[in-house]
């Protein structure tokens, strides 16, 4: 329900009383809400809601139905009067009412006539509180009536004359739509030269022999009763003077269808309007329409202005090929002098329409309801605007005010009407009428004064839900007369509501411009005035907002590819969203390729018309929220088109195309190739490149080739497919650019010269005919040139040249339309000869045991015979007889490029006798060797001992055997033999040196302690120093006595046991012992299971490193040695648990210090200051070890020795 109270909102301030919101009473009246509760119970005027146009065309063949409706309450009677006198409808039996409206029906199609009840209605609608009237109803029956019979005589005119054929229908009501056909109902073509004019008539601006014709006919077709009536046909026959006799010609000066102009070209003339000048009067908003129509020779063209002004761009309309000017909605500032020129190549003519617009009544203010409450003032007013003004009359229920009855409330002030302290009975149903010569206005508004106590029309208890954050309206729509007051309170006990956040609308809503969390309750609405009081209880919730934590994001991807958009949303508990996918503010299309689960889209097999932009919306009952995202499909390019070929010259073509579409991803250039159909068909070569933004391309062409191109487009994404190929343009033939490239002279024989070259291909022959012509001479001599042509190969051979002779080279290519340019000369050689002198003064400095210096004088040049490619030492190592028994001597080779005069040997072996021989090398092979020079390398320090074993092992002894190192590198002095012992807990104990003379290969080391473990180092001594050692382990073994009855009696450490047995198992010391012996081990056992469970190792190996033997060092490069040797299995201590086998043999690998591997060509190679530039490259064969690892699983005695 709303209140006419205050324009504006009324924002209430913040106060520690209670909220009271009031409506003040500066009304002018009550509207009274469309409630239909309300409008059930309040007393009402009637008001005309629905009736029939003023002007009402009916169908005679048809009843008379002329509508009049009205509400009121109560519900008002009607009554009728035509032509200004009571119709008593009671007396016609074939006028019925309908009942519960005004509405007549009359019968016409069972009997009577249309016209019989032609005249002016109008409808009277009453009840207690007044009476309202309808507007006058003129009924009037549509006409259609037929042509008048006529006869038409033929029309014959000569080419080129004008021509109006007249149509001249029958007037009608309403008037017709007027068109031109022919017999066969086909409409007849109009142009700027032949159009139908306003009247309907048709004017030809001159006619043409295709203008002859039997059926012009003009239709006239009635819409109001779907009828269409024709007139006559109307024959027209165009022809040429010539054709004219004299009776002919006499009759067409005096007909007044056509004129008898000439058929020769003419200025312009209007058919219509008449004159220089005419007038028109139109209405205010109807269409004004002025026409044009002129004729002459050629056809004039028409033109508008408007004189003292410019045509309404929005309104102004062209039609019938600009002969007519429509300005739609027409109003008093359209009125004017509008100027059409009809123009043509030999002059124009103007005609000038003076247009007046008129105006019918029309509202400025129309009267409106009253609604008062006793003792209230109030107004109507009716104001209307018109050409010429309206004059405005006041009607009280239908009866001219002048002679209603009076109202002592009442003053009439010209267009309005005021009330001052009305009563009840001051209820009445004013019309006002504004009427000049062009029309009239009715209007019925009704004062109805009421006296009613408050009512609240809003339901009771509503529920509102509102968003946090976001405005909360909470009705109160109330009525009451006089005009309620409004007041709100929060909560049940009236709550003071302390903050300035809540304004009140005049409609009673109360709005809370920001809804919070503690705005939710429940708010009192109360209406108020003299007459009593209304309450009414709405309930607030506010819901936390829907939101869109995980947005879609903006995605690129290629054709044919998959991508996913994802919209997770966050929203109120109590709510239940639901989430729908867009595409392009559409709904998605209707494919499978489009899947949507919870949160996510999925485009699969994305194509072009997948991109767009994409949103997700998120709907609550209370509010939705969206996100979107641009979804880019790209792909490489499509491929370039209609690829053209433009100024064809011999050696250039300019070539051009259409890109293709570049998929949403710019083009960055594109590639051109061609096809040589004439030496290589199908197979296409790069030609060149061009930027993006270029479609053309200055091409340089090679004569004598048959071209056909492509282009391809590159983005971003890849190279488009290739274009269509375009058409073969084959370039003349010409003399060749070029020469043959990569020319050599080089002799396959010391007596002839093998010239070759890389030939010219097709594309380069530049024409038919291809040959090479080959020239030669000696460089040092002054022979002259001798040349042959020959076909084209690559390779020529001169024979019976001096060995190893320098000579000039040209290749020079030529072909049916000439040479090439002269080409450049270049050398050569004839072929090489073996060297024939052997390098002397060969020299040997050995610098160490393992490294010797050569130094050798060099040949002379001339001997060479060919190209120096350096010196090859070979040397061997002497062997002993038996050796050479065994195998042939093994030679080593070392290259030296180049013209070095010393090298280097390294990797030789120490204490060794050598031999060595020296040759040149050139590119036919090696010369004679230089005489054999021998050499002995001094000693060096020993390889490892071969093997080392540990046996018979007793309480305090352990006997050591071994074998010589298998490399002494001299003559052995002496063995050193370093031991120490190995606690329970891996700590090293004092290290014991011990040296053993060179001829013994067995040592008993004695008064050890029993049962302990001792590590042992052993290595050989020359003179040179000490070799690489080998390590080894072992155990003495465990008194028998101590052992009585707890291990087996085959249990021990070898064969050789100790002799001392002493029975002291009945002893107490000894059961203790062994009882905590028994204990320690099942501790033992339990570590050794959980370690090995982890991949735990025996720690020996740290503890060696932290003592290892200070004196035995890996042998140092300043040592005079090559490197160093080394045993992967020398620092290895015993496996946790396991025991040393009694042989305790460990064997050392061989050494095979082959320099076969070494330098260029055979076996080494090096740099030109004699430095070695090979890779040695020693082979070594491994043996394992024997008995370094036990595989037997380790025993409580094992255990126990590991840790004694």
Not at 484 to 507: C, M, Q
Not at 814 to 828: I, S, W
Not at 852 to 880: F, M, N, T
Not at 1073 to 1094: E, S
Request: charged share 20%; net charge negative; hydrophobic share 35%.
């Amino acid at each position: 329900m709303q209140l006419k109270i205050m324009p504006k909102k009324k924002r209430l301030s913040a106060g520690r009383a209670p909220l009271m919101l009031f409506l003040c009473q500066m009304i002018s009246a009550l509207e009274v809400p469309l409630d239909p509760k309300l409008l059930e119970d309040l007393v009402q005027p009637p008001t005309i809601t629905q009736q029939s146009p003023k002007d009402y065309i009916i169908d005679p063949r048809e009843n008379i139905v002329i509508q009049c409706e009205a509400k009121g309450k109560p519900s008002p009677s009607f009554s009728w009067t035509r032509n200004g006198t009571h119709f008593d409808i009671d007396k016609d039996p074939l006028v019925t009412m309908k009942p519960g409206s005004g509405t007549l029906t009359i019968n016409i199609m069972s009997e009577g006539k249309a016209e019989t009840y032609e005249g002016v209605y109008q409808c009277t609608a009453r009840n207690e509180r007044g009476a309202a009237i309808s507007n006058n109803i003129v009924i009037r029956p549509s006409r259609s009536p037929l042509w008048t019979k006529e006869k038409l005589e033929p029309i014959i005119l000569r080419n080129g004359q004008s021509l109006v054929l007249p149509c001249r229908p029958p007037i009608g009501l309403p008037p017709p739509i007027i068109f031109w056909m022919d017999n066969s109902f086909q409409r007849l073509p109009q142009s700027e030269r032949v159009s139908q004019g306003l009247n309907g008539d048709l004017y030809f601006s001159n006619v043409l022999p295709e203008d002859t014709r039997e059926d012009y006919i003009c239709y006239a077709r009635f819409n109001h009763t779907q009828t269409i009536q024709q007139k006559q046909p109307i024959s027209v026959k165009v022809i040429s003077v010539d054709e004219l006799n004299d009776t002919i010609a006499a009759n067409l000066s005096d007909t007044e269808f056509y004129g008898a102009k000439s058929h020769r070209p003419r200025p312009p003339t209007f058919l219509t309007p008449d004159g220089n000048t005419s007038r028109k009067e139109e209405l205010r908003g109807n269409v004004l329409s002025l026409e044009c129509i002129a004729e002459g020779l050629p056809t004039p063209i028409i033109y508008w202005i408007k004189e003292d002004g410019t045509l309404p761009i929005n309104r102004t309309f062209y039609r019938n090929f600009k002969k007519t000017l429509q300005i739609v909605q027409v109003t008093e500032a359209d009125s004017g002098n509008y100027q059409c020129i009809a123009k043509n190549a030999l002059g124009a003519i103007h005609h000038t329409i003076s247009v007046t617009v008129k105006a019918a009544p029309y509202w400025i203010i129309a009267p409106q309801n009253l609604v008062l409450s006793p003792e209230e003032d109030g107004t109507l007013i009716c104001r209307a605007n018109g050409n010429p003004k309206p004059r405005i009359s006041w009607l009280s229920n239908g009866v001219p005010i002048e002679i209603a009855p009076d109202d002592p409330s009442r003053k009439i002030d010209g267009d309005t009407i005021i009330f001052s302290k009305v009563q009840e009975r001051s209820s009445a149903v004013y019309q006002c009428n504004a009427s000049n010569e062009y029309g009239y206005l009715l209007a019925n508004a009704f004062v109805n004064v009421l006296a009613e106590p408050p009512r609240i029309l809003t339901s009771a208890n509503t529920l509102y839900q509102v968003i946090a954050n976001r405005p909360a309206l909470l009705d109160c729509a109330f009525f009451g007369s006089p005009l309620p007051t409004i007041e709100w309170f929060k909560g049940a006990k009236g709550s003071a509501l302390r903050e300035d956040i809540y304004v009140l609308h005049e409609n009673g809503t109360l709005e809370i411009p920001v809804a919070q969390k503690d705005s939710t309750g429940t708010y009192t609405c109360v209406a108020r005035n003299k007459l009593g009081m209304a309450k009414n209880d709405v309930h607030l919730e506010i819901k936390d907002p829907t939101r869109i934590i995980k947005q879609p994001e903006y995605a690129v991807v290629q054709r044919g590819s998959t991508v996913s958009f994802e919209c997770k949303v966050k929203h109120d508990h109590t709510l239940i969203p639901t989430v729908m996918w867009l595409k392009d503010h559409g709904e998605l299309p209707n494919d499978g390729r489009f899947t949507v689960d919870k949160d996510r889209l999925v485009v699969a097999d994305v194509n072009d018309d997948d991109g767009g932009t994409y949103t997700c919306v998120a709907n609550t009952t209370l509010d939705n929220v969206s996100a979107s995202a641009v979804l880019s499909v790209v792909d490489v390019p499509n491929p370039p088109f209609d690829l053209e070929l433009t100024d064809q010259l011999d050696r250039s073509v300019q070539l051009s195309w259409t890109p293709g579409d570049d998929n949403n991803s710019p083009i960055t250039k594109f590639i051109i190739e061609y096809e040589d159909a004439m030496h290589e068909p199908g197979l296409w070569h790069h030609q060149t490149e061009v930027p993006g933004t270029q479609t053309t391309a200055q091409l340089k062409l090679s004569p004598y080739v048959n071209y056909s191109f492509r282009v391809m487009a590159e983005n971003n994404l890849g190279r488009s497919l290739p274009s269509e190929a375009s058409e073969q343009y084959l370039t003349k033939a010409a003399e060749p650019d070029k020469n043959p490239t990569a020319v050599e002279g080089l002799g396959s024989e010391p007596d002839n010269l093998v010239i070759t070259w890389k030939p010219l291909n097709g594309f380069e022959s530049n024409g038919p005919g291809l040959q090479y012509k080959v020239s030669w001479r000696q460089k040092d001599g002054d022979d002259e040139w001798t040349s042959v042509v020959v076909a084209n190969v690559s390779k020529y051979i001169v024979s019976g040249t001096p060995t190893f002779v320098p000579y000039l080279i040209k290749v020079q290519a030529l072909n049916d339309a000439g040479f090439a340019p002269e080409p450049a000369a270049v050398m050569g050689h004839s072929g090489e000869d073996l060297p024939m002198v052997a390098p002397g003064n060969v020299r040997v400095n050995v610098v160490n045991s393992t490294l010797a210096e050569v130094h050798w004088d060099p040949v002379p040049l001339k001997s060479i015979r060919g190209h120096l490619q350096g010196y090859r030492i070979y040397y061997w190592k002497a062997q002993s007889s038996l050796t050479r028994n065994r195998r042939h001597i093994e030679k080593k080779i070392l290259t030296f490029q180049g013209s070095k005069t010393h090298g280097m040997l390294p990797g030789l072996e120490p204490f060794s006798h050598y031999t060595l021989n020296v040759r040149v090398v050139n590119g036919k092979g090696e010369g004679p060797a230089s005489p054999d020079k021998v050499f002995n390398t001094p000693e060096g320090v020993p390889s490892a001992p071969s093997s080392l074993k540990i046996v018979n092992p007793t309480l305090d002894s352990l006997t050591l055997e071994w074998e010589p190192p298998s490399h002494p590198n001299g003559i052995l002095t002496e063995y050193t033999l370093k031991y120490q012992p190995i606690n329970s807990t891996h700590e090293l104990g004092p290290l014991v040196d011990l040296k053993i003379p060179a001829n013994k290969t067995r040592w008993i080391l004695k008064n050890l302690n029993f049962s302990t473990r001792y590590k042992f180092y052993f290595y050989a001594q020359t003179a040179a120093g000490s070799g690489i050692q080998i390590t080894e382990e072992a155990i003495t073994t465990v008194d028998e006595g101590k052992l009585a009855g707890i291990l087996p009696p085959d249990v021990g450490a070898g064969k050789a046991m100790a002799s001392r047995q002493v029975d002291i198992a009945t002893q107490g010391w000894f059961i203790g012992l062994m009882c905590a012996v028994a204990l320690l081990i099942l501790i033992l056992l339990i570590v050794c299971f959980i370690r090995r469970n982890k991949g735990g190792k025996y720690p020996v190996k740290e503890k060696e490193d932290a003592h290892a033997d200070p004196e035995i060092q890996p042998m140092k490069e300043d040592d005079g040695t090559f490197g160093e040797y080394s045993d992967a299995e020398d620092h290895k201590p015993l496996k946790k648990g396991s025991r040393t086998p009694s042989d305790r043999t460990v064997k050392k690998e061989d050494s095979d210090d082959s320099l076969v591997d070494y330098g260029e060509g055979v076996n080494g190679q090096f740099n030109e200051d004699g430095s070695f530039i090979g890779q040695y490259s020693g082979k070594k064969e491994k043996e394992p070890a024997e008995g370094n690892e036990s595989s037997e699983a380790p025993s409580p005695v094992n255990a126990m020795n590991s840790f004694v």
